[in-house]
């Protein structure tokens, strides 16, 4: 099975890695106390659309632990 089968039904991040410009293609997240959607990343700063920090917190409003997977 390629990829692309195999992740038809999810919703993945369509920002770019930075550095290197390749489709990100991570899994999305939103904030359950602002609605900011976005991936998260093992690194800061490493996705254009990146929502959520790599300690988890919300870039957009700061709160902790407050990713949802999004549907």
Do not use: I, W
């Not at 990829?3 to 369509?14: F, Q, R, V």
């Not at 976005?38 to 902790?64: E, K, M, P």
Request: hydrophobic fraction near 25%; glycine fraction near 12%; charge should be positive.
């Amino acid at each position: 099975m390629s990829y692309e089968e195999l992740t038809a039904g999810l919703n993945l991040c369509s920002g770019e890695r930075k550095g290197s410009r390749l489709p990100c293609r991570g899994s999305l997240y939103k904030c359950s106390a602002c609605g900011q959607v976005g991936c998260r990343q093992t690194q800061n700063d490493a996705c254009t659309t990146q929502g959520f920090s790599a300690a988890g917190r919300c870039l957009h409003c700061g709160a902790a632990n407050s990713a949802e997977v999004a549907s």
